[in-house]
Every structure is written in structure tokens, then in C-alpha cells.
């Protein structure tokens, strides 16, 4: 899908489809000129329809209009945002998913949006998010289908046009930035949502690597022997009872003369089975996305790839395959991490931990970052705390915790912050090793389980992000079909965008 920015009359475009975003009107309202160009084209036709109130512009109604003169669109697909006053990024982003999927349902291959009027909101801000939603939208998980004849066809092309000729070069810088992050996304979502026997860590570790080739990052893939030699225990011991062996995979973006270092370190568990503290079965099948993390983190070096920042940033995928077997880990067992700290085992469910720990140990001393961040599916009890709009946020670091949250809202990525105290950590002692894997009740599983983590991290400014409820969802919208939704990915890419700024 190629995506280009125009600042021509909408009435004159050649496009099978266009669409005309219309906030919530009375029968009285003037049509502002643009859209009174495209009414006169049509034959008076939109003024009709709102006269008589068949159309009012009420967020989510639409209607398509037909075309008949020579020159005049030949589809014009009328979508109501409702209040203009109130249209926010992520309204005008679900805009571009409803002109996307109502260009899809009519199989048309070439679409041109009308970028909406909103108050709050400035033309390059509307850009950006118009092609991300596009971009977004795009995306099917239908990878595994083999009959694609029932399959809308992919929309080739998408026009977005802009008002005023002196917005339009800021708009397509916005635009392009929008189109390459959800890109990103997608990157990630096409990996999350693979089921686990085409996934296993070797093959998430290939996938990795073709993105590095792709965009030019540099990749490591360390397999079981070199992980011995690294002595990362806990890693080994959750990838143990999988005949798919873990992996420790490294993509780095190293631009010249980058000052700062971030390393972006993912859970990449590719099935969680639970091991032999096995799952029950219902709804199992989802746990091939508790590579979510992983996912994410691919996404986010591409992106730091091809906007080329000016940070070093590495992504460190943590991947293994937690299955029960005659070689699993068992509840009792003592791990010895890459730290040196030793864990006992007391539930073998509980080893995104684990893999953490040694992917967060090997960033901490062998990158020296100026931060850590990891994206985890880490706690069934952050989806009880937050349910599925919302990642749980937790950071030793108050600067590092406000610029992610702010990234967050920024880019509709939710993240809330969570608490993390020395109590927790006291949870998470053992009676016969350094640490155990899990706490002894189910009380703040989520606090707890970050606990666990900031044992690893020492003095480094670290955020986690538990995406447990966000990585992955059964209710569709418009720019997000089921399954994986690629969080992290524009949330992360901000916060790597703005670091300059940040003052971190
Ligand atoms: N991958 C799961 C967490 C999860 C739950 C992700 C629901 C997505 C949706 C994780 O490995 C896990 O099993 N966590 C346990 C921890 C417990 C044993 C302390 C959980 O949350 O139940
Ligand atoms: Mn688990
Ligand atoms: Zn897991």
C-alpha cells in the first residue's frame, strides 16, 4: 500500500473511492467549501442527505454516494466523526480504518481521504495518524488462508489530501512517519499472531534476523551452546523441557555518534504451555502470543532503523518455549541466572521472569544503557488490574516512568503506573535460594512480578511494561482486527523519538 499526500481539489481526484470525513451537522449547516466542491460534483447530492437528516455526522454512521458525471468521483463514502470540537488523534485515526474497510468491503483498490477538521488537532498531527490507521487497518491475519477469493482485495493505493498547499510538505513528513511506524506494527503483529510450531525460538530468531537484513540493524543469534557458556540459567532451564531449544537474539541499531544508550528487551516465550505447573485448557491457544514482547521489539528497531535516530538502541528477544516433558523444569528446582543470583522454582507457569532476568542481566552488563525497557506478557494479574486498554507501568526511575506515560497518551498507547515497593520484593525471597519465582499469594501479582525483575537491574533506569491484556485481543475496532494489535511498538519508537528531549 502506497500512501501519498496531495493538496488538490478532493472533487477532481482520480480514485475509485473517496472518502469525506463530516463532523456532527445540523439541516441548516453550510457545507464548508471543499466539501461543497465535492456536492457539486456529485449532484447536490450531500446536501440532500443532510437536509433531510438521512445524514447527520454522528460518529461511526456512513454513507456511500455515487458519482455519475464525467471528472466527478465515481464512489464518495460520507463517514460522520461527530463532535468537531471533540475529534481526537485516535478518533481521526479510527476515521482512516473506517475509509480503509469501506473501501475493502467494496473491493477498491485505490482510496482517497479527505483529512478531517478538527479544532484540537494540527494538519501534520491528522497526517501522521490518518496513515497510520490506514497502514493499521491494512493489516489481515490471514496469513494461514488458503482461499483468498472471498478475501477483499489489498488496496493499492491511498491519497490523503490536505487542505492548504502550505501544509503539504509538513503533512507528508507526518504522513511517512505514520505509514513506517505502523509498518512496524504490523512487523510486530504479523509475528505475534504465527502460531507456535511455525515460531519456535530458532524460526522468531530467523524472522528477526530478516528484518535486521531488511533495514540494515545488526543481529546476534545466541544458540544453546553459547547461552551454556553464558551461563544463563534461568533462560536454559524454561527452554529445557521444549525440544524447540531458547534463543538470545540482539538487534542493534548503531548510528555514528550516538551519545546514549536504550536497550528494548522482550519476552519472547513463543507457546506457554505453563511446563508441568501446566495451563488449564481453556483458552490456551493464545499463549503463542506470549511472544508479544518480542514482537514488539522487532517492530521497534526496525523503526529506529529506518528513522534512522540518533540513539543506540538495542533489542534483546528473550525466547524460549515453556512446555512440560521428561527434561522440563520442575516446581522445587533452583535455577542459577546469569547474575549469579539463584531462583527457586516453586511454579513453572511463571517463567517470563525467568527469561527476563537473564535478557535484562546481559543488557545491564554488557551494554551499560542509559536505560532499560522491557515489554512483557507477563501477569494474568495485570489484565485483572487494568483489562485490555491499559499496559501496567513499572520503573525505578520517576523521569523515565513520566516519559513513557506521556508517550503512551501520545500515541494511544495506554500505560498506567503501577506500584513497586521493597514489601514486594520481601514477597519474593526465598526460604532455600536467593529469590523464588513467585510470591505466596496471588496479591499484586503484577507488583510482585516486576519485584522479581528489579532484582536485575541494579542502579540502571529501567521501565517495565506488563502487556498481558494489550498484546493481543477478541474485540475488533476499526484499525485492529482479532488477534495481536502490535502494542509497544509506537509507545516505545515516542519514547526513542523524544529521548533527546527528555532530558533523560
Ligand atoms: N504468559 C503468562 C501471563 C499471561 C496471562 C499473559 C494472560 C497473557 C494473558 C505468564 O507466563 C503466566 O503464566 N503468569 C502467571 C504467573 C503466576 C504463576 C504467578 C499468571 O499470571 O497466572
Ligand atoms: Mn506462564
Ligand atoms: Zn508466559
Not at 10 to 31: I, M, N, Q, Y
Not at 121 to 126: D, P, T
Not at 222 to 246: F, H, I, W, Y
Request: aromatic share 4%; proline share 5%; hydrophobic share 45%.
Amino acid at each position: 500500500m502506497k500512501i501519498s499526500v496531495e493538496s488538490q481539489e478532493p472533487s477532481g481526484v482520480a480514485a475509485e473511492l473517496l472518502a469525506v470525513p463530516l463532523a456532527t451537522l445540523d439541516t441548516a449547516a453550510r457545507l464548508s467549501p471543499r466539501v461543497a466542491a465535492i456536492d457539486r460534483a456529485i449532484g447536490g447530492q450531500i446536501h440532500d442527505v443532510v437536509r433531510s437528516g438521512d445524514f447527520r455526522g454522528r460518529k461511526g454512521e456512513s454513507l456511500l454516494l455515487f458519482g455519475k458525471g464525467r471528472g466527478a468521483p465515481r464512489r464518495v463514502l460520507l463517514l460522520g466523526t461527530g463532535d468537531e470540537a471533540k475529534l481526537d488523534l485516535e478518533g481521526a485515526r479510527q476515521i482512516a480504518g473506517r475509509a480503509v474497510a469501506g473501501a475493502a468491503t467494496r473491493r477498491v483498490r485505490s482510496l482517497a481521504i479527505v483529512l478531517p477538521a478538527a479544532r484540537k488537532l494540527r494538519a501534520g498531527e491528522i497526517a501522521r495518524v490518518i496513515a497510520e490507521g490506514a497502514v493499521l487497518a491494512s493489516y489481515r491475519p490471514d496469513a494461514w488462508k488458503t482461499k483468498r477469493n472471498d478475501a477483499p482485495p489489498a488496496i493499492t493505493r491511498v491519497t490523503l489530501l490536505v487542505e492548504r498547499a502550505a501544509d503539504l510538505r509538513g503533512a507528508r513528513d507526518a504522513a511517512a512517519l505514520g505509514t513506517t511506524i505502523a509498518e512496524c506494527q504490523n512487523v510486530a503483529r504479523r509475528l505475534s499472531n504465527e502460531p507456535a510450531n511455525a515460531l519456535p525460538p530458532a524460526q522468531l530468531a530467523s524472522e528477526a534476523r530478516r528484518v535486521a537484513t531488511e533495514v540494515g540493524l545488526r543481529c546476534r543469534v545466541m544458540d544453546v551452546a553459547e547461552l551454556r557458556k553464558r551461563k544463563m540459567g534461568a533462560l536454559l532451564g524454561v527452554g529445557q523441557g521444549s525440544t524447540n531449544p531458547p534463543r538470545l537474539v540482539v538487534l542493534e541499531h548503531a548510528p555514528r555518534g550516538a551519545r546514549r544508550t536504550v536497550c528494548v528487551v522482550g519476552k519472547g516465550i513463543t507457546f506457554d504451555s505453563g511446563g508441568i505447573s501446566i495451563k488449564p485448557a481453556g483458552g490456551m491457544h493464545d499463549m503463542k502470543h506470549d511472544m508479544s514482547g518480542a514482537a514488539a521489539t522487532v517492530g521497534i528497531l526496525r523503526a529506529a532503523a529506518l528513522l534512522d535516530l540518533p540513539l543506540h538502541v538495542v533489542g534483546i528477544l528473550a525466547a524460549a518455549e515453556n512446555m512440560p516433558g521428561g527434561d522440563a523444569y520442575r516446581p522445587g528446582d533452583v535455577l542459577t541466572s546469569m547474575s549469579g543470583q539463584t531462583i527457586e522454582i516453586q511454579n513453572t507457569d511463571a517463567e517470563g521472569r525467568l527469561v527476563l532476568c537473564d535478557a535484562i542481566h546481559y543488557a545491564r552488563t554488557h551494554y551499560e544503557p542509559d536505560a532499560i525497557i522491557d515489554l512483557a506478557t507477563l501477569t494474568g494479574a495485570c489484565v485483572v488490574a487494568l483489562g485490555s486498554w491499559t499496559s501496567g507501568l513499572f520503573s525505578n526511575h520517576e523521569a523515565l516512568r513520566e516519559a513513557i506515560r506521556r508517550a503512551g497518551d501520545a500515541v494511544g498507547e495506554r500505560a498506567w503506573p503501577m506500584p513497586m515497593a521493597d514489601e514486594h520484593r520481601d514477597e519474593m525471597r526465598s526460604q532455600i535460594a536467593d529469590l523464588k519465582n513467585v510470591s505466596g499469594s496471588r496479591d499484586a501479582g503484577a507488583s510482585t512480578a516486576a519485584a522479581f525483575l528489579s532484582s536485575f537491574v541494579g542502579d540502571t533506569p529501567w521501565a517495565h511494561l506488563d502487556i498481558a491484556g494489550t498484546a493481543y485481543t477478541s474485540k475488533p475496532g476499526a484499525c485492529q482486527p482479532f488477534g495481536a494489535t502490535g502494542v509497544g511498538v509506537r509507545l516505545v519508537t515516542e519514547v526513542l523519538q523524544s529521548w533527546p528531549r527528555s532530558g533523560l
